[in-house]
C-alpha cells in the first residue's frame, strides 16, 4: 500500500499488486485537498485497510477503513466506519487532534489510536465505536506509535515525551493499566514487541534502538 498526494493535491492510497507484476488494483481519494493521511496499515487479514489522520484545520482527528473484498483492477475503495465524533459510530468521543498511528488486534477485533492531543483509544473494528474511554494519563506529548502484542492482551505506545509504555488492556473496564515504562534520549518514533512478547525494540529520533527485557 502506498500514501501519498496527486497532481490535485489530494490524498491518495493506493494498493498494488507486486506479483507476478506490479500492477494497480485499488485506490480511494480523499475527497477534499484539505485532508491530511498520516499512515495506512493493513489488518491482520490483509482484507482492510485503516487510514487515518485529520482534516486541516478542523477536529477532530479522523481514522477509517477501506475494505479490500471482490477487488477488481483500479477499483475505488469507499471508506467505512469513520472514527469521529459527529459521526453516529464513535459518539463516545473521539481524538481531538490528528491521528497519527494506530494498529489492529492480532485477531483483527480491535483498533488501537494514538493522536496529536496525547491520547490512546482502543475501537471495535466491526462497528467503529470506542471500546475504551480516552487513555489521556500515558503521555504529556504526541503519539507517535501504537502496537499491540502478539495475545493482544498488552500495547505499547511511543510518544514526543521521549518515553515508551506498556500497558495490559482491562476490556471489562474499558482501560488499560501501566506494566511498564522506559524512558528514551529523544522522540520514541516506533516501539514495537518481539515474536515471543518477551522484549520491546523502541527507535528514536536519534538514530538508536533500544531492546527492553520484559522479564517474565
Known amino acids: 500500500v502506498i500514501l501519498g498526494k496527486n497532481e490535485k493535491n489530494q490524498?491518495?492510497?493506493?494498493?498494488w499488486e507486486t506479483t507476478p507484476s506490479v500492477e494497480l488494483i485499488a485506490s480511494h481519494t480523499s475527497?477534499?485537498?484539505?485532508?491530511?493521511?498520516?499512515?495506512?496499515?493493513?489488518?491482520?487479514?490483509?482484507?482492510t485497510i485503516l487510514v487515518g489522520g485529520s482534516l486541516r484545520g478542523q477536529k477532530p482527528g479522523i481514522a477509517f477503513l477501506l475494505p479490500l473484498d471482490?477487488?477488481?483492477?483500479?477499483?475505488e475503495l469507499?471508506?467505512?466506519?469513520?472514527?469521529?465524533?459527529?459521526?453516529?459510530?464513535?459518539?463516545?468521543?473521539?481524538h481531538d487532534e490528528t491521528v497519527t498511528c494506530a494498529d489492529f488486534s492480532p485477531d483483527g477485533t480491535l483498533i488501537?489510536?494514538?493522536?496529536?492531543?496525547?491520547?490512546?483509544?482502543?475501537?471495535n473494528k466491526d462497528d467503529g465505536t470506542p471500546a475504551s474511554d480516552l487513555?489521556?494519563?500515558?503521555?504529556?506529548?504526541?503519539?507517535?506509535?501504537?502496537?499491540?502484542?502478539?495475545?493482544?492482551?498488552r500495547f505499547v505506545t511511543g510518544s514526543f515525551d521521549q518515553t515508551s509504555i506498556i500497558c495490559d488492556w482491562l476490556p471489562k473496564k474499558r482501560?488499560?493499566?501501566?506494566?511498564?515504562?522506559?524512558?528514551?534520549?529523544?522522540?520514541?518514533?516506533e516501539a514495537i514487541f518481539s515474536p515471543d512478547d518477551k522484549n520491546i525494540a523502541v527507535g528514536g529520533s536519534d538514530g538508536?534502538?533500544?531492546v527492553w527485557d520484559l522479564g517474565s
Do not use: C
Request: aromatic share 10%; no cysteine.
Open 175 to 189: 482501560a488499560a493499566e501501566k506494566f511498564a515504562a522506559f524512558q528514551t534520549e529523544s522522540v520514541v518514533r
Open 31 to 47: 475527497a477534499s485537498t484539505e485532508a491530511l493521511y498520516n499512515f495506512a496499515t493493513f489488518s491482520p487479514n490483509n482484507q
Open 112 to 123: 488501537i489510536t494514538g493522536s496529536q492531543d496525547n491520547y490512546v483509544r482502543l475501537w
Open 70 to 75: 471482490d477487488l477488481k483492477p483500479k477499483t
Open 135 to 153: 487513555l489521556r494519563d500515558l503521555h504529556s506529548a504526541d503519539l507517535t506509535s501504537v502496537a499491540f502484542d502478539h495475545s493482544g492482551g
Open 11 to 15: 490524498y491518495a492510497v493506493q494498493v
Open 78 to 94: 469507499r471508506p467505512i466506519h469513520l472514527l469521529a465524533e459527529e459521526k453516529p459510530m464513535g459518539t463516545l468521543g473521539a
Open 208 to 210: 538508536t534502538a533500544n
